[in-house]
């Protein structure tokens, strides 16, 4: 990971970026919008393929389940052609991945 900002309060910003070693790269954007404490977090983040997305909105909410959390997370794309650059570019495989790395936690 080569950038990791992340200002978690309405009105604060993102900026994540990643390098494989290889010459590949990916950077996100975006900004807060509504930060609610352990229930709901609003962002919107640009996805930079070298050029940045249009906005992607993403509402995540966290519920107690049992003696964990069950994290629900909705990302709402602009447009058909955004949907289908990030699938094509491979980034859902990743993040899937990473919801389940995080699901396999225990805290």
Known sequence: M????????????????????AGSSF???????????????VHVERMHMPDPTPDNHIETLFERDGSGTLMTLRMTLPDAATRA?????????????????LDGLSV
Not at 3 to 21: H, L, N, T, V
Not at 27 to 41: K, N
């Open 85 to 101: 650059a990030m699938l094509e570019s491979g980034m859902a495989d990743g993040m899937e991945a990473s919801y389940a790395r």
């Open 27 to 41: 950077r996100l954007t975006g900004e807060y919008e509504i930060v609610e404490l352990g229930r709901r977090i």
């Open 2 to 21: 080569t950038e990791c900002i992340s200002d978690a309060r309405p009105g604060g910003r993102m900026a994540f970026g990643w390098e494989d070693g």
